[in-house]
């Protein structure tokens, strides 16, 4: 009997650039670390969840946060969709949009 292989590797698909286009990532890699990679202009600072500055839409997928907490996001920007790549893997293949700056 032959086991089913699951896929390592995700994708992020860049909705914002045009053409459109998706980046693979490893399983556990940081979304931020892949953006940057690929050489997708992403402001960053802290990279540990709690400035905001990376903030990112996140149009379709799942991310997972595993045991950090992403401070530098308050309610109002989780209910609307934003997460913050410094910290995230992929769960799912994700749809992202472009990368938003806030001032503080």
């Given amino acids: 009997m032959q086991q089913k292989l699951i896929p390592q590797k995700k994708q ?13 990532v490893e399983k556990d890699e940081i979304v931020l670390t892949a953006l940057v990679s690929a050489g997708i202009p ?7 969840g709690v400035c ?3 903030l990112t839409p996140l149009l379709s997928g799942e ?7 992403p401070h530098g ?7 609307n969709g934003y997460f913050l790549p410094c910290i995230a893997t992929c769960k799912s293949d994700i749809s992202i949009d472009r990368p938003k700056v806030r001032l503080r």
């Fill in 12 to 24: 992020i698909h860049l909705a914002f650039v045009d053409p459109e286009q998706s980046i693979l």
């Fill in 42 to 48: 992403i402001k960053q600072a802290c990279t540990n």
């Fill in 52 to 54: 905001g500055v990376c």
């Fill in 63 to 69: 991310i997972d946060y595993a045991n950090r907490q």
């Fill in 73 to 79: 996001l308050n309610e109002k920007e989780k209910q």
